[in-house]
């Protein structure tokens, strides 16, 4: 069965504090991981995609890598607007199209 | 342009009840998928579909819970009977054709909260 942990399950941070988000899985053969955002009150926001390990994604503060079994969301320099969920996903090759989701880890950054 | 949507915004219904929440995909998206999300959990793969079929109905609970999309485009998510432990957010995503070979990001809309009193 496919299973993907998310630790720490919350984060406070200063702003200006980096910090890493973690994400461990396990998959029978993955296909594809990826990193979503959520705000209270509102659907998960597509962030990444990663494909295979040591593959690297940037967007503005976030930094999304990939290793055999864990993924990390870097955050450099946060500022209070990225206080949200983040969520991640795995697909496994023999799982469709199906997302698995971890339970998410809620950061909250502080002025 | 226009993302995924989904209405009602919210739902309260009373036990027993009958209730159908509506999503309405991304133009030219050919797959559709809903998920349901407990309050601090991560979203539940409930069903998905490409074009008007059900490809994968695994996540499905029980028989209480129905999903058509008749012209492959907009999608209802019926449920009969409803219970409290139904109660949660039901989101809806779209993305471009299924492909078995290929990864296709899945976009999510703003989800329905329902509420089973």
């Known amino acids: 069965e496919d299973q993907v942990t998310q630790s720490p399950e919350a984060l406070r941070l200063q702003e200006g504090e980096s910090s890493s988000l973690n994400c461990s899985y396990t998959?029978?053969?993955?296909?594809?991981l990826f990193w979503y955002r959520q705000d209270p009150g509102k659907g998960p926001e597509f962030l990444f995609t990663?494909?295979?390990a040591g593959e690297e994604k940037e967007k503005e503060r976030l930094k999304a890598t990939l290793t055999k079994k864990e993924s990390f969301l870097h955050i450099t320099a946060p500022k209070p607007e990225d206080s949200a969920t983040y969520l991640c996903?795995?697909?496994?090759?023999?799982?469709?199209?199906?997302?698995?989701f971890g339970g998410g880890t809620r950061l909250m950054v502080k002025p | 342009g226009a993302g995924v949507s989904q209405t009602p915004s919210n739902k309260v219904t009373e036990k027993g009840k009958y209730v159908e929440l509506r999503c309405d995909p991304i133009?030219?998206?050919?797959?559709l998928y809903w998920y349901r999300q407990s309050l601090g959990q991560g979203p539940e793969f409930l069903i998905y579909?490409?074009?008007?079929?059900?490809?994968?109905d695994s996540g499905l609970p029980n028989d209480r819970f129905f999903a058509v999309r008749p012209e492959g485009s907009v999608s209802t998510l019926k449920i009969q009977r409803t219970e409290r432990g139904d109660s949660a957010v039901y989101l809806c995503?779209?993305?471009?054709?299924?492909?078995?070979?290929?990864?296709?990001?899945?976009?999510f809309g703003p989800g329905t909260r329902l509420t089973v009193t």
């Open positions: 998959v029978s053969g993955l296909r594809g």
């Open positions: 995503a779209s993305s471009l054709a299924y492909d078995a070979a290929g990864i296709y990001e899945q976009y």
């Open positions: 990663l494909y295979s």
């Open positions: 133009s030219g998206h050919t797959a």
């Open positions: 579909f490409q074009g008007t079929g059900a490809a994968d």
């Open positions: 996903a795995v697909q496994a090759n023999n799982a469709g199209n199906m997302l698995t």
